[in-house]
């Protein structure tokens, strides 16, 4: 029990780039991906990595503005992306201005920006 005290610790003392390059070893080693962004590892940490994570850009956030004209596309490419259920995807296309995915990098972040574009959404990284 005190092990698993110690990990959970571990965990939570995490920087922003060290629960990325965790999501990253649990996704391609073992086959396991954290729910919708991994809010519960980014939660922690953010505040402490926001002023490295500002002077050196790595991670971007990919936000939908608009669904556009095609939304039911716009519904799908979200669920592919996310692994969001169906309710959850189509309340984020409608909702518009929240984030899709949270800290990737560069060029997972330009993947999805042009999924969903060329799906008919309006879509903005930050």
Avoid: C, H, W
């Avoid at 926001?50 to 608009?66: Q, R, Y």
């Avoid at 909702?95 to 999805?112: Q, S």
Wanted: net charge negative; glycine share 12%.
């Amino acid at each position: 029990m005190a092990d698993l005290k110690k990990l959970a610790e571990e965990i939570v003392g995490l920087t922003l780039l060290e629960a990325q390059e965790l999501k990253t070893i649990l996704k391609d080693e073992y086959g396991i991906e954290p729910a919708a962004g991994g809010a519960v590892m980014m939660a922690g940490p953010a505040g402490d990595a926001g002023g490295a994570a500002a002077e050196e850009k790595t991670e971007f956030d990919v936000i939908l503005k608009s669904a556009g004209d095609k939304k039911i596309n716009v519904i799908k490419e979200v669920r592919g992306i996310t692994g969001l259920g169906l309710k959850e995807a189509k309340e984020l296309v409608e909702a518009g201005g929240k984030p899709v995915k949270e800290g990737v990098d560069k060029a997972e972040a330009e993947d999805i920006k042009a999924k969903l574009e060329a799906a008919g959404a309006e879509v903005e990284l930050k």
